[in-house]
Each structure stands twice: as structure tokens, then as C-alpha cells.
């Protein structure tokens, strides 16, 4: 199920995309948005977890392509808009696609195919994501695989990054880690600790037990988010 969140200033467009999603086997609408500001606040803080966010360009305030540059860390990004002039720009964001409005239904399924393809590459792990972090040794450079992370803890000034069998501290902020951090795969659970969703073990009593055994507890700020997470993973019986 891909989660979708829609954000434009005009009612009208949102209105339609919200109803090619809710047509659309696979996909899931977990809200929309008039005001780019107000949307940026919501994914920044978790408040909405999204693995697509359809975004509008021109906007009042805050356009579509300074948006994606502060959220594109949280959700894959398909820009919307009327004008073709600033299709240029917009790829030198990292999105998938850029539909030109208006928008057809067929065109609103090209695009999904083409996030369904990335999600899918991402999950089988045939992108492989990695990143270097300077390490305690004065000029070392450790590189990390993401898949390999079980979580990553607060330590004051640094952050404790814990991997299958070792672990690294290194001089980086836990928003600066959210940033980098695939955000279909980590999530913010507490403000001392983002873990790796695929690394959980089992969920029980409010606490996350991670494969390593290390239990993690659900801060209230961010319960919400984690629900809507499993809500989306949980298989239930419908008998």
C-alpha cells in the first residue's frame, strides 16, 4: 500500500488527484493540504507519513519546489502543475515525476508506476543506499549501509548509530540523520531514537523490540505517526 498526501492551493485539483487515488488499487490517501507551510510542518514532524506526496508548484508562501527540498528526505515527491516552464527546475530536485495539469487518469497512473518501480527497486534492495560518517578516528571516513542500521540513538552532541554487529559515534544531530535517512524504511519513534522498520522484531505494549533485542519505547509525539505506519502493514483476518 503506498500512502499517498496531496498538497496544492487549489481545492479543485486537490479534489481530483484525491479521487484517483481513492479509484486506485494499491494506494491509500492520508490527506491533503491547502498550505504548503502547514504541510511542511506536518511531514517535517511526522504528524503525516507519507511514502508519495503529489505536490503543487506555484504556491503562495512557499512554492513546491522550495517544499521538496525541505521534505524530500520524508516522501518521494510527483510534482503537479500548469506550467511547463518549470519543469527544468523541478528535476533538479530528486522527484519521480512531473505531470502537467490537467492531469488524466492515465497520466496519474504512468506516474505511479514509475513510484511503484522505485519503491520496489528500493525494497529488494537492488538500490542499496549508503552513506560515509566521520568517524572518532581524526580523518576517518566510515561507510555505512543503510540496510544494516538497526537503529540510531541521541547522544547529546552526536549520535550513536547501530548496526547487526558494530556500532559508530559520530558528530551529527538526530534531524540531520532524518534528513538523509530513506523515509520509507526509517522512522522517528522518540526524540533520542529513529529505527529501521525492517528491523523490528516484534511490537508489544507500546514498546518496539528490535531484532538486537533493544526494546523502544513510543513517545507520545510521535504514536500517531507510528500507528499510521503499522496500520498500513498489519494483515488482519476479514472474516
Excluded at 506516474?111 to 520496489?120: G, L, P, T
Amino acid at each position: 500500500m503506498i500512502r499517498c498526501y496531496v498538497v496544492d492551493n487549489e481545492e479543485h485539483a486537490i479534489g481530483l488527484l484525491a479521487d484517483y487515488i481513492q479509484k486506485t488499487e494499491g494506494l491509500e490517501l492520508v490527506g491533503t493540504e491547502l498550505d504548503p507551510t502547514v504541510a511542511n510542518k506536518k511531514i517535517i514532524n511526522n504528524e503525516v507519513v507519507a511514502d508519495l506526496t503529489f505536490l503543487d508548484i506555484e504556491m503562495p508562501q512557499l512554492s513546491g519546489i522550495d517544499l521538496a527540498a525541505q521534505i524530500q528526505s520524508h516522501t518521494h515527491i510527483v510534482f503537479t502543475t500548469a506550467h511547463e516552464h518549470f519543469a527544468l527546475k523541478a528535476f533538479d530536485t530528486d522527484v519521480i515525476d512531473y505531470i502537467l495539469k490537467p492531469i488524466t487518469y492515465l497520466r496519474f497512473l504512468n506516474a505511479i508506476r514509475k513510484v511503484q518501480k522505485k519503491i520496489s527497486l528500493m525494497e529488494t534492495g537492488s538500490i542499496t543506499p549508503h552513506i560515509f560518517i566521520q568517524s572518532q578516528e581524526k580523518g576517518k571516513l566510515v561507510n555505512i549501509n543503510l540496510s544494516e542500521i538497526i537503529y540510531i540513538e541521541n547522544a547529546e552532541n552526536y549520535v550513536r548509530i547501530i548496526l547487526e554487529d558494530k556500532e559508530y559515534l559520530t558528530y551529527l544531530t538526530m534531524k540531520e540523520m532524518e534528513k538523509i535517512l530513506p523515509h520509507d524504511t526509517f522512522l522517528r519513534l522518540h526524540r533520542a531514537y529513529i529505527i529501521n522498520t525492517k528491523k523490528i522484531d516484534f511490537v508489544k505494549a507500546g514498546v518496539v523490540h528490535m531484532k538486537n533485542e533493544f526494546p523502544v519505547n513510543i513517545g507520545d509525539t510521535y504514536r500517531d505517526a507510528f500507528q499510521r505506519y503499522m496500520n498500513g502493514k498489519v494483515i488482519r483476518s476479514t472474516r
